[in-house]
């Protein structure tokens, strides 16, 4: 993979990164909330696979894996307490 | 042969979670809204997975596009579950 392109989409997906983030400041549902912290999560993901292909190192590709199974379980979670509230 | 396929993958990928993030600022709904989203994993998070695979990362980064792949719909799912419900009081 060449380099600029390497750069160009590590940069990029903090860009997205960051475009999510202003929508988590800036929504008021928390329905919505949850889901962009989702979103975080696999761009998340996404810069991790960047980089395995980049760095040519699976490393990577585990720690990609973990999160994407920790952010599907936060999710679910999230939604659980949002709707019984905090009781449990 | 498999590098150039890989980073051409890599660039469908950064496009399509271009647009998926795209949605999820402009539209206005969580109904909407859960619809770009979806797309980020089921697309973008699969079509990586299959570049790190053609890049030699082997079998595992099927995996992770496979898990994402078949989570994303659950997510949406309990999303858009757990909306209408609370939208009902």
């Not at chain 1, 980049?54 to 979670?77: E, I, P, Q």
């Not at chain 2, 539209?27 to 299959?50: E, Y």
């Amino acid at each position: 993979m060449p380099e600029a392109l390497l750069a160009v989409s590590v940069v990029w997906i903090g860009v997205l990164v960051a475009a999510t983030v202003v929508v988590l400041v800036r929504t008021s549902s928390p329905f919505t909330r949850i889901l962009t912290v989702d979103t975080i999560v696999l761009l998340v993901m996404a810069f991790l696979l960047v980089l395995a292909i980049g760095r040519d190192d699976g490393v990577f590709v585990d720690a990609a894996l973990a999160l994407g199974l920790l952010g599907f379980t936060t999710t679910l979670a999230l939604v659980r307490v949002e709707r019984e509230g905090e009781e449990r | 042969m498999t590098e150039a396929l890989a980073s051409l993958l890599v660039v469908v990928a950064l496009v399509v979670m271009t647009l998926g993030v795209a949605g999820l600022v402009r539209l206005p709904v969580l109904r909407l809204q859960l619809h770009a989203a979806a797309k980020i994993g089921a697309v973008g998070i699969v079509l990586l997975s299959l570049a790190a695979t053609l890049a030699g990362s082997g079998v595992r980064a099927l995996l992770a596009g496979a898990f994402v792949l078949l989570t994303a719909p659950v997510s949406s799912h309990v999303l858009a579950a757990a909306d209408d419900e609370e939208g009902e009081d």
